[in-house]
Every structure is written in structure tokens, then in C-alpha cells.
């Protein structure tokens, strides 16, 4: 999907970058919970994104910030988890095989909020009216 930076997104275009955008996201979660490589960004991405986020329309700016805001919400209530279990195990009050298994229960967890999160961006930002931008103050 090549795109001129100065030319707005059909709304197919903006569909087939969210979708594109979700999937990077969904499969970053998983190289980084499973230790493997995280994946370029889509290729389509790269010519569309734009950090003056100044341009795109007020519920658009407050979708991405409210999803960022979740994301660290959710990366902060995760190490204070992990933390709490690791603890548990040096103090000896759970076992490794606890751990393990408190573990596994915190990924799937993670996954499946993070994959909500992901699907309340995605269906607030395709209900914006891109094509209007916000009002400069």
C-alpha cells in the first residue's frame, strides 16, 4: 500500500493499516513474551506515519493517548505481579513449578488485555472522521 506522505488515507487504505498495525502489534507481543525477534514494522506504516499528532482530529489524538495510557497500566501492573511471584519463590512461599504455572495463567492474561486494548483502538480510531482535521488553537 504505497502512499504519498501529503495525501489523505482512502478509508480502505486507513482499514487495511489498522488491520496491518494490529497484527504488528499482536505479533510483537509475542516475539517479545516468547523471546523472539520483534518484527519491522509494516511497510505500508512507514510512509504514513506522521508524529505530529497535532493534525489528526481530537478523538483520534485522545484514542491513541487513552491506548498508551492502557499499555503502561498494564506493563506497570505486570512487573509489580511478576515481581511479587519472584519474591514468593525466594522467600520459598511458592515453589518454581508455582511460579511457573502463575506465569503461564499472567501471559495469557497479558495477551488477551493487550488484544482487547488493541481492538478498542482499532474500533475508536475507525469510527474518526480523518478526513477532518482539528481545529489549530
Do not use: C, Y
Amino acid at each position: 500500500m504505497a502512499q504519498n506522505s501529503g495525501q489523505p488515507l482512502t478509508d480502505e487504505q486507513f482499514d487495511t493499516l489498522l488491520v496491518e498495525l494490529s497484527t504488528h502489534h499482536k505479533h510483537s507481543l509475542e516475539a517479545i513474551t516468547t523471546g523472539g525477534i520483534r518484527p519491522a514494522p509494516p511497510w505500508s506504516a512507514t510512509s504514513s506515519t506522521d508524529d505530529d499528532f497535532s493534525k489528526l482530529p481530537d478523538d483520534a489524538k485522545k484514542a491513541l493517548a487513552d491506548n498508551l495510557e492502557d499499555q503502561v497500566a498494564l506493563l506497570a501492573d505486570d512487573k509489580k505481579t511478576i515481581v511479587g511471584l519472584l519474591l514468593q519463590v525466594h522467600k520459598k512461599e511458592i515453589t518454581q513449578e508455582q511460579l511457573d504455572e502463575k506465569l503461564d495463567v499472567r501471559k495469557k492474561e497479558d495477551i488477551d488485555a493487550f488484544t482487547a486494548l488493541e481492538n478498542k483502538l482499532t474500533e475508536a480510531l475507525k469510527h474518526q472522521d480523518m478526513l477532518t482535521p482539528s481545529p489549530r488553537t
